[in-house]
């Protein structure tokens, strides 16, 4: 069993058990040796449960969920945080955490859907940790012309992953299939995890 665990956190409006997640799901465990949780946040088991949409909690609540789904006794530098959209901006604010060794954001929204004034730039302010940030040059949510215009905190390291909107779907041009998006950022991750963490 490996020493680190990974802990994924979900976006906005889809869990785990479909879509990008549970592709990548596979295909994590496949990649890795490397312990795999998923996380789903109380407000996604109540939509799941009633079939009904609802908006998340104030962020702050997201923050104060995911810290304490993590392991208690788990040794300091033995957690990899990450999440998918809201989940990584989630995951962010946990690089105080001891506990924590490392981030992976997976599509991360540095501002509002076509509004790129109301930023959330904040958020990486004050990252303690290594965080890798993997992005679609057809985001929405944050393209590499609007995102290099900014610098960043010298521990994130952005990696644009070329051709993907925000759910890391790719035009046909680029003749990938979703299994080959997946193990490219496997790769990617398996990679920077690496260098970071001797993993």
């Given at each position: 069993?490996?020493?680190?665990?990974?802990?994924?956190?979900?976006?906005?409006?889809?869990?785990?058990?479909g879509?990008?997640?549970?592709?990548?799901?596979?295909?994590?465990?496949?990649?890795?040796?490397?312990?795999?949780?998923p996380?789903?946040?109380?407000?996604?088991?109540?939509?799941?449960?009633?079939?009904?949409?609802?908006?998340?909690?104030?962020?702050?609540?997201?923050?104060?969920?995911?810290?304490?789904?993590?392991?208690?006794?788990?040794?300091d530098?033995?957690?990899i945080?990450?999440?998918?959209?809201?989940?990584?901006?989630?995951?962010?604010q946990?690089?105080?955490?001891?506990?924590?060794?490392a981030?992976?954001?997976?599509?991360?929204?540095?501002?509002?859907?076509?509004?790129?004034?109301?930023?959330?730039?904040?958020?990486?302010?004050?990252?303690?940790?290594?965080?890798?940030?993997?992005?679609g040059?057809?985001?929405?949510?944050?393209?590499?012309a609007?995102?290099?215009?900014?610098?960043?905190?010298?521990?994130?390291?952005?990696?644009?992953?070329?051709?993907?909107?925000?759910?890391?779907?790719?035009?046909?041009?680029?003749?990938?299939?979703?299994?080959?998006i997946?193990?490219?950022?496997?790769?990617?991750?398996?990679?920077?995890?690496?260098?970071?963490?001797?993993?």
């Open positions: 069993m490996s020493y680190f665990s990974f802990y994924m956190a979900h976006g906005a409006g889809l869990g785990h058990g879509g990008f997640l549970n592709r990548f799901a596979v295909t994590f465990c496949r990649t890795h040796k490397i312990n795999y949780i996380l789903t946040f109380d407000y996604m088991k109540q939509i799941e449960a009633t079939d009904k949409r609802r908006p998340p909690p104030k962020f702050a609540q997201l923050v104060e969920e995911f810290a304490s789904f993590l392991n208690p006794d788990a040794k530098g033995s957690i945080v990450a999440g998918k959209s809201m989940g990584g901006r989630v995951a962010t946990l690089s105080s955490d001891p506990r924590v060794a981030i992976v954001c997976l599509g991360f929204p540095f501002h509002q859907q076509g509004k790129p004034d109301k930023h959330r730039l904040s958020f990486l302010e004050h990252m303690q940790k290594p965080c890798l940030i993997i992005q040059t057809r985001d929405a949510f944050g393209k590499p609007w995102v290099e215009q900014h610098t960043l905190h010298k521990n994130i390291k952005v990696h644009w992953f070329d051709g993907a909107d925000h759910d890391f779907s790719v035009l046909k041009s680029t003749g990938k299939d979703q299994d080959q997946m193990s490219d950022i496997n790769l990617i991750i398996s990679k920077w995890l690496a260098a970071q963490l001797s993993v």
